[in-house]
């Protein structure tokens, strides 16, 4: 059974200007142990992905579809039910370790607050836990008496993480954990994130705009554009072969160095990711794709089969496909 | 595309630069006797950026490329060290800076707080116009300077950009406008700190072809400040890479990025994601602390070298530990800082393996 299904998600956020689609028609699924990437431009709809999974998202927002978190379906879960599963079934690491925590309460107490607000221990068998989750995100167990200031980015960042380890999850869900870190320091988080990921057997979701990070991390991605998945498939096929023209976009973005393809020669698409209230018709990636063709303003494509586990949302897929067989 | 052949007359030099930044002390303590901590942000750099030159200034935060940035652009002022610009020492008095500050234009990284979201686009242009007193240049009025500027920077026609404001642009455009400001003084350097860093993927490339444009089809020096080397392998003719206030590597982009001399260099490009990773080394604990530079060659403590006793085995190590260096010429305009880098080269059977 998948840790984490989703089945057709559609997200509208209620304005005064109406409501805002920002996911519309999302699939996914992680099995135990499987780390999945989900990947994709500001205004793609991802983080909204992420808020709707735990049910975060601000009131008289419409969702539908279906959240299946362990089999359990997430969006008609009791409140009760909900706080429990939250921490317990998926945890998240958010971006910005810097403001996700209380500045004038010290970190041992903020881990230990989870760990004894769902019931898994008492106050004193907590901070022994705290301890160790310390010790296993590669910090002294001493420093659990630190206050948010006192440490650096990186290491708030392992707090972050220790914290979404608390309540031991069998989700964890990261939302550009790197993104405001340093070169160096992020490899290093990487690493961590890697390293307890496969000790634990957790399954994880991985969102980030850098594609190259995934690549590195991720077992499948999956890319976001204007509120669908427009490919999905084994990260390394995914990056290194794309079938989708946006993917390919996206990949040539994070170039790798000794490439002469991208020697003096920076690759990019024209135009700006659309806005979620003025998705173009038909395929909505088609006023920037190098490669349209007349019917891409009017069908709206769907995630066609492209190659071995992997589906691609292009009406060039099946004409591909057909002609070399 | 035949090899850019800058002009070799270099537009901007730099000469034993020193910024540093003194911290502040308590009353009480600074009765008791204690030290402000002084900040050696840029400690000795030597630099120079030839005219119609990209280089690209790399290095973790807090090595010190955006102060030195920020002090060729007169913005911070050196404590030793002197700039030279064409040729010229650069004075300090209000009149040589302000000419100067026209012709070196810096574009920053987060377009959304460079521009001022109640001017509207043609204002923000033209700012620097009238800041500078131009009213008319090529026999062009200021309309028709801001017009060009922004059809340069590729926001055509220009006309329908003059009434918007920065919020009805998107992130891409407003790089654009704010790379138009910058063209409008037709400078001669333009100097760009983290210039795609804040927008989106999909929208870097373009910019970045844009900048390449402005230096093949005006000759405009760029210095760009970033931390992330796959850029710069995108776009540069040379990298310089900074640590701790100094240079520690510089060459061409080639050269640095493939065949490093450094190992801070080889560090910085073991950490540049890509498939398959995450087996590499990492150079462990945060980004150093100008407050405290080690004594020696000021990476020693850090340096993989010395924890696989390569340096040791080169007979260096004492050397690393006890004295500092300055920038050595390795291979034909290829520098590094390194004790064991000049060790190898000076060995009789030329060392390959770096």
């Not at chain 2, 006797?33 to 120079?48: F, N």
Request: aromatic letters at 4%; proline letters at 7%; hydrophobic letters at 40%.
């Amino acid at each position: 059974m998948s840790v984490l299904s989703v089945r057709d998600l559609q997200v509208s956020y209620k304005t005064q200007a109406g409501p805002i689609p920002a996911v519309r028609g999302v699939s996914l699924d992680i099995d135990p142990g499987e780390v999945l990437g989900l990947a994709g431009e500001s205004g793609c709809g991802k983080s909204t992905v992420v808020n709707a999974i735990l049910r975060l998202l601000p009131a008289g927002t419409t969702v539908s579809g279906e959240v299946l978190l362990n089999g359990e379906d997430v969006l008609s879960m009791k409140p009760g039910r909900l706080r429990a599963v939250r921490w317990t079934g998926a945890s998240v690491v958010f971006q910005g370790a810097m403001h996700a925590m209380n500045p004038v309460q010290r970190i041992g107490d903020q881990l230990a607050e989870a760990i004894v607000l769902h019931g898994q221990a008492g106050e004193k068998e907590a901070l022994v836990r705290v301890g160790n989750l310390l010790e296993q995100v590669g910090m002294p167990p001493r420093r659990l008496r630190d206050y948010p200031h006192e440490l650096s980015g990186g290491q708030k960042q392992r707090v972050m993480i220790a914290m979404a380890l608390a309540c031991s999850p069998s989700l964890v869900i990261a939302d550009e954990p790197t993104t405001a870190l340093d070169v160096m320091v992020q490899a290093q988080v990487l690493t961590l994130l890697n390293k307890l990921q496969r000790e634990l057997g957790l399954a994880m979701l991985f969102i980030t705009h850098d594609l190259s990070v995934l690549v590195e991390v991720c077992d499948r991605l999956a890319i976001m554009y204007a509120g669908r998945i427009v490919e999905e498939g084994p990260s390394t096929p995914v990056f290194e072969t794309p079938a989708h023209p946006y993917t390919e976009a996206l990949a040539a973005a994070f170039p790798a160095i000794g490439d002469q393809r991208f020697r003096r020669a920076p690759s990019g698409l024209g135009g700006d990711p659309p806005q979620p209230e003025s998705v173009p018709e038909g395929c909505s990636f088609h006023p920037r794709c190098p490669l349209a063709f007349d019917e891409c303003p009017t069908i709206v494509p769907e995630l066609y089969e492209a190659g071995e586990a992997r589906r691609a949302a292009c009406l060039l897929v099946p004409k591909r496909e057909a002609v070399a067989p | 595309m035949t090899e850019t052949a800058p002009g070799d007359a270099p537009v901007l030099e730099v000469r034993g630069l020193h910024v540093s930044f003194e911290g502040r002390v308590g009353l009480g303590a600074g009765m008791a006797g204690k030290k402000a901590t002084r900040s050696r942000a840029v400690d000795g750099v030597d630099l120079t950026l030839l005219r119609g030159e990209v280089l690209a200034l790399a290095g973790e935060s807090g090595c010190g490329k955006t102060t030195l940035a920020r002090t060729i652009m007169g913005l911070e002022r050196p404590k030793q060290g002197e700039i030279r610009f064409e040729g010229e020492k650069l004075g300090t008095s209000a009149k040589i800076l302000r000419e100067y500050r026209r012709r070196v234009q810096i574009v920053f990284q987060d377009p959304t707080a460079a521009l001022n979201p109640r001017q509207t686009i043609y204002e923000s242009v033209a700012e620097g116009l009238r800041i500078h007193g131009i009213t008319n240049q090529d026999g062009l009025t200021e309309e028709k300077l801001v017009a060009r500027a922004l059809a340069r920077s590729g926001l055509r026609p220009p006309e329908r950009f003059f009434l918007v404001y920065p919020h009805e642009l998107s992130g891409g455009q407003r790089q654009r406008v704010v790379i138009a400001g910058a063209l409008v003084l037709e400078p001669e350097i333009i100097v760009a700190d983290e210039p795609v860093s804040s927008l989106d993927a999909s929208v870097r490339g373009e910019i970045l072809k844009l900048l390449l444009g402005l230096r093949d089809d005006f000759g405009i020096a760029m210095l760009v400040v970033t931390h992330d080397l796959g850029l710069a392998w995108t776009i540069a003719d040379r990298v310089a890479v900074m640590y701790l206030g100094r240079i520690v590597e510089i060459g061409p982009a080639e050269d640095v990025l493939t065949k490093p001399l450094h190992p801070y260099t080889k560090a910085l490009l073991e950490v540049v994601p890509e498939a398959g990773g995450l087996s590499r080394p990492i150079l462990s604990g945060e980004a150093p602390d100008p407050t405290h530079i080690p004594e020696g060659c000021r990476f020693h403590p850090r340096c993989p070298e010395i924890v696989s006793s390569a340096a040791a085995n080169a007979g260096v190590e004492a050397r690393c530990r006890g004295e500092d260096l300055a920038l050595i010429e390795l291979r034909p305009g290829h520098f590094a800082a390194c004790h064991l880098a000049a060790a190898r080269r000076d060995d009789v059977v030329p060392s390959t393996s770096t």
